[in-house]
């Protein structure tokens, strides 16, 4: 039963959720009003005839007047229940309204599905999650975003993007994260560069010694290079996507260190070869990232959901 207490002028107090029945109660009374009977009222609204008959006592002792009349032939409003009734129709009505508008603004927000990636998330994992959300929400419109890291966390806390997946070392500030897989970056260069007939492993002072072909600052795969050398990477040419890079280092304009998820087509043909690397680290987690306190919800939250599948 609601807690209740009367004030000085006699009234009610309390909170109205302690004073006014709560919607299924009035979706019963409404049930009884119609059909005359506690039991059909029951069946129709999905609850045993006991738990019916608590019901309407529970709220006849909210109200403080008697509500309905029981006999056995059945069911029927008392003059106060009959009062009652029309005030739960409106305030039934009301909710219904209410509901309707919740409904519409979900609809609304899973028409579509704004993503921001940094960019070999967007060319080599986005895709085949995309092609899964379709198959799951086919009415939802997807658009994408691909930028590096920082580009990902400025549209997200600007409001222009649902959801992000970014490849740095740290979560940029304002964003919460979940790691959704892990990712190792490789040195890699055409197969007539000097490197492709060593037999030793490149040391982390060669490498940092060595011009490459790079990312720009920025991106989660120069972040992670940048602090596996110090901060000592040298560039040779920075470029703003994984494709124009890998298109130098096929071209033989220079060495380059690229995710492994990039290069898997070019080094199963040749194109590029694989250079071994000891004394530096090259893993690095991948994340997806919302504006902390917001966590992804509708085609956000299923997409996020798919990534880890």
């Known amino acids: 039963m609601s807690e209740e207490y009367v004030t000085d002028d006699g009234r009610s107090g309390g909170s109205l959720a302690h004073r006014v029945p709560d919607l299924g109660a009035l979706e019963l009374l409404l049930a009884v009003a119609r059909l005359g009977s506690l039991g059909a009222a029951a069946r129709e609204v999905g609850i ?35 009062l009652v009734t029309d005030w739960a129709r409106r305030v039934v009505e009301a909710a219904q309204a209410f509901d309707a508008g919740a409904q519409a603004l979900r609809d609304r927000r899973d028409s579509r599905l704004r993503v921001a990636a940094s960019m070999t998330i967007a060319e080599y994992l986005l895709p085949g999650w995309l092609l899964a959300l379709r198959a799951e929400r086919p009415d939802t419109a997807v658009s994408l975003l691909a930028g590096n890291s920082a580009k990902v966390a400025e549209l997200l806390l600007a409001d222009e993007a649902d959801l992000g997946f970014v490849e740095g070392l740290t979560v940029p500030a304002g964003l919460d994260s979940a790691v959704i897989a892990h990712d190792r970056l490789i040195v890699v260069t055409a197969p ?27 991106s989660g795969t120069r972040q992670v290079l940048d602090r596996a050398l110090g901060g000592l990477a040298r560039p040779l040419i920075e470029l703003s996507s994984t494709t124009a890079v890998k298109a130098s280092a096929v071209s033989g304009a220079g060495p380059s260190v690229l995710s492994e998820l990039a290069v898997g087509e070019e080094l199963a043909m040749r194109r590029l070869v694989s250079i071994p690397v000891e004394g530096v680290s090259l893993r690095r987690d991948l994340r997806a990232v919302w504006p902390t306190g917001h966590r992804p919800t509708g085609p956000a939250r299923e997409l996020l959901s798919l990534t880890r599948g």
């Open 48 to 82: 045993t005839q006991p738990a019916a008959s608590s019901r309407i006592r529970s709220m006849e002792r909210q109200l403080g007047v008697a509500l309905v009349d029981r006999s056995p032939r059945g069911s029927r409003l008392t003059d106060a229940g009959a």
């Open 192 to 218: 007539a560069h000097p490197w492709a007939r060593r037999r030793r492993p490149l040391t982390a002072d060669e490498l940092a010694t060595t011009p490459l072909i790079l990312r720009e600052r920025g």
